[in-house]
C-alpha cells in the first residue's frame, strides 16, 4: 500500500522568498508521484510529477521537486514566491503499472505575506 | 492538456431528495474515472472507480446504494446521491485518466453539494 505524508498543514513565507512544501512517502513498489496545486473552489491542476525518470522534475509557475528514494522524499520548492502561489498544495502516490489510483496527502495550505 | 467538465458546479438540495453529477472527458475517452470527496480543509478522499461496462468499485466505508455511479460511456459517467442528508454536504470532484504511459490524471472543477 502507498501513503504520503506532509508535513506542516499550514506554510507562510514572504513574497519572493524561498517556497518550500514537504512530502514523505511510503511505497512498496516503485511509486509514481505528483504534485497538484488547488485553487478554492476549483478542482485541481497538475504542477509537476515523477515517474521514474529524472529524479529532479521541472513544473509549471516556476515549481520543481526532487525524488530522493534514500529520504522517500518528493518535496516541492520554488524559489521565490508569488501572491499568486497562494493556494492548497497536494502531494500524491500511484504505483506504477497500469494502477491510477491516487493516494493524496493531507495537504498544505500555503500563504504568502507582501 | 485533456479537459473534464463536471455538472452542476453547485447544488443546493433538500433533505431527503437525490441528486445527480455528471462527469465527463470533453477531449479523450476514459474506460476509467474516479470520484472523490473532500470536506472543508480537507484533503481528497476516494470514493470509488467507475468503470465504463462494468460495475463501480468501491472503497471500504462508502455505501454503494447511497453513491450510485453509472459509467454510460466512454466520456461520460455520473454520481448520483440518494436521498441527501445534510452530512453528506460536500466537494465532490471526479477525475480521469490520461491513457498511455503518462499516469496523469485530469480533474474536474469540482461540484459543491449542500443539503439543507
Known amino acids: 500500500a502507498q501513503s504520503v505524508t506532509q508535513l506542516g498543514s499550514h506554510v507562510s513565507v514572504s513574497e519572493g522568498a524561498l517556497v518550500l512544501l514537504r512530502c514523505n512517502y511510503s511505497?512498496?513498489?516503485?511509486?509514481?508521484l505528483f504534485w497538484y496545486v488547488q485553487y478554492p473552489n476549483q478542482g485541481l491542476q497538475l504542477l509537476l510529477k515523477?515517474?521514474?525518470?529524472?529524479?529532479l522534475v521541472k513544473g509549471i509557475n516556476g515549481f520543481e521537486a526532487e525524488f530522493k528514494k534514500s529520504e522517500t522524499s518528493f518535496h516541492l520548492t520554488k524559489p521565490s514566491a508569488h501572491m499568486s502561489d497562494a493556494a492548497e498544495y497536494f502531494c500524491?502516490?500511484?504505483?506504477?503499472?497500469?494502477?491510477?489510483?491516487?493516494?493524496f496527502g493531507s495537504g498544505t495550505q500555503l500563504t504568502v505575506l507582501p | 492538456g485533456a479537459v473534464v467538465s463536471q455538472h452542476p458546479s453547485w447544488v443546493i438540495c433538500k433533505s431527503g431528495t437525490s441528486v445527480k453529477i455528471e462527469c465527463r472527458s470533453l477531449d479523450f475517452q476514459a474506460t476509467t474515472m474516479f470520484w472523490y470527496r473532500q470536506f472543508p480543509k480537507q484533503s481528497l478522499m476516494l470514493m470509488a472507480t467507475?468503470?465504463?461496462?462494468?460495475?463501480?468499485?468501491?472503497e471500504q466505508g462508502v455505501e454503494k446504494d447511497k453513491f450510485l455511479i453509472n459509467h454510460a460511456s466512454l466520456t461520460l459517467s455520473t454520481l448520483t446521491v440518494t436521498s441527501a442528508h445534510p452530512e453528506d454536504s460536500s466537494f465532490y470532484i471526479c477525475?480521469?485518466?490520461?491513457?498511455?504511459?503518462?499516469?496523469?490524471?485530469?480533474f474536474g472543477p469540482g461540484t459543491r453539494l449542500t443539503v439543507l
Open positions: 511505497s512498496s513498489v516503485p511509486p509514481y
Open positions: 477525475s480521469a485518466p490520461s491513457g498511455g504511459g503518462s499516469h496523469e490524471q485530469f
Open positions: 500524491a502516490v500511484t504505483k506504477g503499472g497500469s494502477a491510477r489510483q491516487l493516494t
Open positions: 515523477y515517474t521514474s525518470a529524472a529524479t
Open positions: 467507475s468503470n465504463e461496462g462494468s460495475k463501480a468499485t468501491y
